[in-house]
């Protein structure tokens, strides 16, 4: 069956970004255990040199997943356009089991006609098309069409929803420069890097909007911590918390009206939730301990947030609502920075044993904590919208750099910028 797919991912025409790679991604481990799979480069009909190599982008994404390993392109043993001119045998022999083909070819005033097709290998009876679509896409959006394609290829070989098309949100410090904080945005490999602020006193805690058009952060531009909330399309700006001593940790509710954060005004830091609407503040914890980085539970009913009230920082959760709380986590002797995975179900967070500070996950069900990173100083993690995998902050050869880490700890990558230090990532919710 073909389809054909209209482009009505607007809000990317408004974005004037780089066409380069902010950071490389080097994998440091786990592509053994990964699912073979293979991206045909796909057959160009114009004239001159293909506009970009949308088998190399979908084939990346396949690989930074870490669940599947793309056969190298040396080694493919057909080069073919259409799903009906492969031979089962001829993969198989390879170890794959799904293979992806198609063309691009100009379609007028800039465009390009896209076809691709995946298909099943595996079948005695010749390959079985699993998938097959058409669609005419602007030039500057080629590279976002293919993070389009292995979306929905990822999806029908897993059950899974892709996130490849989505984006990433980072503090990057460049020492020695007259503004050295900078806060940024680029897709989740790095490509289309856009720089929304710049500022001399330090940025923190970035945290999406759960329709991905808005960012909260804390600022200290005004020589004091105050949270701004900023439109990433029309850059307009504005200071929603400007509280006496600590206004912190910004995170948006499930329904994106309200902030959980974190304010002293009253003496402790404790948890609050501002209203975004009527700017009311609700207190939510009560304790002569720090009460500190809250963030949503799925259904917006209850915040996790990290406690000293046991002696040592641990994660809590508190209704909303009632301000009944119960501890959470009780393995390790310190838990920090905990998020919620897309599904509501696991807590990411980084967990500290015997001095060494790394991500882990835990089931909310009351599943064991599982240590997921070998790192150290690891920070700050965030779950991608469909929870395969979390980027988080940590430290490289003296430098501060984003790493991933699958949810199940075997694929592990590190992402080095080419530029200053990069600091506390935020994955955004889906954008399509």
Known sequence: MRKRWMWLWIPLLLLTAQANAAFDIEITGGTDSARPVAVVPFKWTGGGQMPQDLAEVVANDFRNSGMFRPLDRNRLPQNVA????????????????????????????????????LADVLGQDGAELMESRTATVPANQLRQYAHRMADIAFEKLTGIKGAFLTRIAYVNVQHGADFPYQLKIADYDGFNEQLLLRSREPLMSPAWSPDGRKLAYVSFENKKAEIVVQDIYSQQRQV??????????????????????????????????LNLANKQYKRITNNRSIDTEPTWAADGQSIYFVSERGGKPQVYQANVNSGDTRRVTFQGDTNLGPRVTGDGKSLVLVSRAQGKYRIARQDLDGGQLQVLTETQLDESPSPAPNGTMIIYSTTYQGRQVLSLVSMDGRFKARLPARNGDVRAPAWSPYLN
């Open 82 to 117: 259409s799903a009906n001119e492969l031979d089962p045998n001829l993969w198989r022999a390879h170890q794959v089991d799904a293979v992806m083909v198609g063309t691009i070819e100009p379609a007028g005033n800039n465009q390009y006609r896209i076809s691709f097709e």
């Open 240 to 273: 929603v918390s400007s509280e006496r001593g600590i206004n912190g940790a910004p995170q948006f509710s499930p329904d994106g009206s309200k902030l959980a954060l974190v304010l002293s005004r009253d003496g402790q830091p404790e948890v609050y939730v």
